[in-house]
Nanobody
């Protein structure tokens, strides 16, 4: 069982930056693929970025070059650095981990990121 707690969300102006954090409980965090997803009002949840245990990363086309996913396995922490934010990035952002051996993923409760002037 893994529990995830996101933090770092909040109101940010267009063009601004924000770093989200994801704290994971339990051990074996290094054996999970970690991902950040978001869900805007009225939209389905979509993947933003994912990072495999050995560092391979993938990004949604809409955030490439502006968002960076990272992780610190020793601290059981994941991060999403977001820059050049636009109002279209307004959403609830969720942390997700999935064991590389298979099995159900785990989700955090989400953190809101409104981008507005």
């Amino acid at each position: 069982q893994v529990q995830l707690v996101e933090s770092g969300g909040g109101l940010v102006q267009p063009g601004g930056s924000l770093r989200l954090s994801c704290a994971a409980s339990g051990s074996r965090f290094g054996l999970y693929t970690m991902g950040w997803y978001r869900q805007a009002p009225g939209n389905q949840r979509e993947v933003v970025a994912r990072m495999a245990p050995f560092g391979t990363t993938t990004y949604a086309d809409s955030v490439k070059g502006r968002f960076t996913i990272s992780r610190d396995d020793a601290k059981n922490m994941g991060y999403l650095q977001m820059s050049a934010l636009t109002p279209e990035a307004t959403a609830v952002y969720y942390c997700n981990v999935a064991p590389i051996s298979g099995g159900p993923p785990y989700w955090g409760q989400g953190t809101q990121v409104p981008v507005s002037s």
